[in-house]
């Protein structure tokens, strides 16, 4: 018995949300005995990084390179995780919450007849039952959720658990799929990315702005802090909607809802809307010259003071400590 | 063409979350609610989409009758009938039962919902109900045309979007742009009373994954705050007391 692991790539580097559902996995086996860790990879991807994948806590990498699978068809991602998860008789499937492993799971679900639970945050209570707590209401509750099938699906939220690196390379073998046209019924004619910057919804560390910046062409301070940091950019809804920053950046309820360590807000006022994509960081920094401004009281550290004043000056001293 | 659009019965975005009956049960007292804001979405681009194809759109909900307002709400919105599922959502799995069974009945070109729920936020009832019809699912999508029975999209991903194209039948868990959420105006609101809401039975009991206890997360802390002309004093904290750098 193995438990399974979907792992997702971009531009030839495995993310490190998947090495973190790798690593759950690996914690998970450790409680419950369900054997080694298999990771499933689909699509073109080199060989030494899937073996890498070992380092995280897999000791198996089934690599399926058919290269129609390397962008994300979900009806055949789907099909190539249940064909996996069938040849190493599995009875769980771990993945990291995301666009495609979110539509992926749901018809997995279906296809091997198990329960889904996503936005997970810590490992099941198997002392009675399967029991899994999960993130809900957008992170402002947590629910205890009974599972049972004897098939299960675990979407890990980000953050749910520490990356482990001091595992061995995974031996890397290859998986054939049998796929049908149908499963290539849709046709992915475009794909448009931002290169080179540190993904929002995978960052450490974000730098978000709001309409306090009074206009786009002031977000050249976020982008130096951001840069200094190593940090994703970030935005309010308001932001967003008047095309200051584009959509993809908008952290929020209805948005981009981030993880990360540290989380600094410039210029945001702290709506209740903009703080359910925020309230899983671990460290929230906001500055705000309004002293009453309501992130305040979310926040662990802050500083009053004109943003134009305040962070090309903090700009400075990270740059002197870092 | 026919759309079915599925619209969640959920605690308003600006609600206090609270739980009653020892943390089993979500405390609605003093609560409003809404139509989910994601559902809210889809169901603005069905109304564009039946008004430029003709057709009829019909909207559904799985809940007892207190979803009722929500509904008529969205009948207000522009859709033609409704349809409730009487029984309280139990989990995914159990909602999207019932949802195949009667967009199957309904023979639907087109099922639209949001992305995912904002109560328990689990975005897999638009994925369980393709695989259980054998449709293609999409989420979460920005944009949605249809020309004949072809269907451009654009998915949002990590960092971006990607275009794709499909043909009807087909599901999709929208989100913003999709289209601009709807006010309904007064001809909405009256013509709505009279407008069928058909209440159902569900299907099926069958559930998968239950939740049976919730919890809230700690209350934080006060805020640590630091003087604006000496911002290194921040750089130190956030190194040496909170550990972050």
Same mark, same amino acid.
């Given at each position: 018995?193995?438990?399974?692991?979907?792992?997702?790539?971009?531009?030839?580097?495995?993310?490190?949300?998947?090495?973190?559902?790798?690593?759950?996995?690996?914690?998970?086996?450790?409680?419950?005995?369900?054997?080694?860790?298999?990771?499933?990879?689909?699509?073109?991807?080199?060989?030494?990084?899937?073996?890498?994948?070992?380092?995280?806590?897999?000791?198996?990498?089934?690599?399926?390179?058919?290269?129609?699978?390397?962008?994300?068809?979900?009806?055949?991602?789907?099909?190539?995780?249940?064909?996996?998860?069938?040849?190493?008789?599995?009875?769980?499937?771990?993945?990291?919450?995301?666009?495609?492993?979110?539509?992926?799971?749901?018809?997995? /679900?279906?296809?091997?007849? $198990? +329960?889904?639970? %996503?936005?997970? !945050?810590? *490992?099941? &209570?198997?002392?009675?039952?399967? =029991?899994?707590?999960?993130?809900?209401?957008?992170?402002?509750?947590?629910?205890?959720?009974?599972?049972?099938?004897?098939?299960?699906?675990?979407?890990?939220?980000?953050?749910?658990?520490?990356?482990? /690196?001091?595992?061995?390379? $995974? +031996?890397?073998? %290859?998986?054939? !799929?049998? *796929?049908? &046209?149908?499963?290539?019924?849709? =046709?992915?004619?475009?794909?448009?990315?931002?290169?080179?910057?540190?993904?929002?919804?995978?960052?450490?560390?974000?730098?978000?702005?709001?309409?306090?910046?009074?206009?786009?062409?002031?977000?050249?301070?976020?982008?130096?802090? $951001?840069?200094?940091?190593?940090?994703?950019?970030?935005?309010?809804?308001?932001?967003?909607?008047?095309?200051?920053?584009?959509?993809?950046?908008?952290?929020?309820?209805?948005?981009?809802?981030?993880?990360?360590?540290?989380?600094?807000?410039?210029?945001?006022?702290?709506?209740?809307?903009?703080?359910?994509?925020?309230?899983?960081?671990?460290?929230?920094?906001?500055?705000?010259?309004?002293?009453?401004?309501?992130?305040?009281?979310?926040?662990?550290?802050?500083?009053?003071?004109?943003?134009?004043?305040?962070?090309?000056?903090?700009?400075?001293?990270?740059?002197?400590?870092? | 063409?026919?759309?079915?659009?599925?619209?969640?019965?959920?605690?308003?975005?600006?609600?206090?979350?609270?739980?009653?009956?020892?943390?089993?049960?979500?405390?609605?007292?003093?609560?409003?609610?809404?139509?989910?804001?994601?559902?809210?979405?889809?169901?603005?681009?069905?109304?564009?989409?039946?008004?430029?194809?003709?057709?009829?759109?019909?909207?559904?909900?799985?809940?007892?009758?207190?979803?009722?307002?929500?509904?008529?709400?969205?009948?207000?919105?522009?859709?033609?009938?409704?349809?409730?599922?009487?029984?309280?959502?139990?989990?995914?799995?159990?909602?999207?039962?019932?949802?195949?069974?009667?967009?199957?009945?309904?023979?639907?070109?087109?099922?639209?919902?949001?992305?995912?729920?904002?109560?328990?936020?689990?975005?897999?009832?638009?994925?369980?109900?393709?695989?259980?019809?054998?449709?293609?699912?999409?989420?979460?999508?920005?944009?949605?045309?249809?020309?004949?029975?072809?269907?451009?999209?654009?998915?949002?991903?990590?960092?971006?979007?990607?275009?794709?194209?499909?043909?009807?039948?087909?599901?999709?868990?929208?989100?913003?742009?999709?289209?601009?959420?709807?006010?309904?105006?007064?001809?909405?609101?009256?013509?709505?009373?009279?407008?069928?809401?058909?209440?159902?039975?569900?299907?099926?009991?069958?559930?998968?994954?239950?939740?049976?206890?919730?919890?809230?997360?700690?209350?934080?802390?006060?805020?640590?705050?630091?003087?604006?002309?000496?911002?290194?004093?921040?750089?130190?904290?956030?190194?040496?007391?909170?550990?972050?750098?």
């Amino acid at each position: 018995m193995s438990i399974l692991v979907y792992i997702e790539h971009a531009e030839g580097k495995v993310k490190k949300t998947s090495l973190e559902a790798v690593s759950f996995a690996n914690a998970l086996s450790a409680k419950t005995g369900e054997g080694d860790v298999v990771a499933l990879a689909l699509g073109t991807i080199g060989q030494d990084e899937l073996a890498a994948v070992g380092k995280a806590g897999a000791s198996k990498v089934l690599h399926a390179s058919d290269d129609r699978l390397t962008a994300g068809v979900i009806q055949a991602h789907a099909s190539a995780v249940a064909q996996a998860f069938e040849k190493v008789g599995a009875k769980t499937v771990v993945l990291a919450k995301s666009s495609l492993g979110d539509a992926v799971a749901a018809r997995l /679900a279906i296809k091997i007849n $198990a +329960a889904l639970v %996503s936005n997970v !945050v810590e *490992l099941p &209570d198997t002392s009675a039952g399967y =029991k899994v707590k999960r993130s809900i209401f957008t992170g402002k509750a947590f629910a205890e959720t009974e599972v049972t099938t004897e098939n299960k699906i675990l979407a890990i939220k980000k953050n749910a658990v520490d990356l482990k /690196a001091d595992g061995s390379d $995974a +031996a890397v073998e %290859s998986f054939e !799929v049998s *796929l049908a &046209d149908s499963d290539f019924a849709s =046709k992915i004619t475009a794909t448009e990315r931002a290169t080179g910057e540190v993904l929002l919804p995978e960052a450490d560390i974000v730098v978000s702005g709001g309409r306090g910046l009074k206009g786009p062409e002031n977000w050249g301070m976020i982008e130096d802090l $951001a840069k200094t940091l190593g940090a994703a950019t970030g935005c309010s809804k308001p932001v967003s909607d008047i095309g200051w920053r584009p959509h993809h950046e908008h952290v929020g309820q209805t948005g981009v809802k981030v993880a990360p360590s540290l989380y600094i807000a410039i210029g945001i006022s702290g709506a209740i809307q903009h703080l359910a994509g925020v309230n899983s960081s671990k460290c929230i920094v906001v500055i705000n010259k309004d002293p009453e401004a309501p992130f305040f009281k979310a926040a662990d550290y802050g500083i009053v003071g004109d943003a134009f004043e305040v962070v090309p000056k903090l700009n400075e001293a990270l740059k002197a400590e870092l | 063409m026919n759309i079915l659009v599925c619209i969640t019965h959920v605690p308003d975005t600006t609600s206090k979350i609270q739980f009653t009956d020892n943390n089993t049960k979500f405390d609605s007292t003093g609560v409003q609610f809404i139509i989910g804001p994601y559902d809210d979405y889809a169901l603005a681009r069905a109304v564009e989409l039946r008004d430029q194809t003709g057709g009829k759109l019909t909207v559904l909900n799985v809940g007892l009758a207190e979803s009722d307002p929500t509904l008529r709400k969205a009948l207000a919105i522009g859709a033609d009938e409704a349809i409730r599922v009487n029984s309280e959502p139990k989990d995914s799995f159990f909602v999207a039962k019932q949802i195949a069974h009667y967009a199957k009945e309904g023979g639907y070109d087109l099922i639209l919902m949001g992305r995912e729920s904002i109560d328990f936020n689990g975005g897999m009832v638009h994925g369980m109900v393709g695989e259980l019809l054998g449709m293609p699912s999409f989420s979460p999508v920005m944009k949605l045309d249809v020309e004949g029975t072809t269907v451009k999209m654009a998915r949002e991903i990590e960092g971006g979007k990607e275009m794709l194209e499909a043909s009807l039948p087909l599901i999709a868990g929208c989100q913003e742009p999709i289209a601009e959420w709807k006010i309904p105006n007064m001809r909405g609101i009256m013509s709505a009373r009279t407008k069928p809401l058909n209440v159902v039975n569900p299907v099926t009991d069958e559930t998968q994954a239950v939740a049976t206890q919730y919890q809230l997360p700690p209350a934080k802390g006060a805020v640590k705050l630091v003087d604006k002309d000496h911002v290194e004093e921040l750089v130190k904290l956030l190194k040496n007391e909170a550990k972050v750098l």
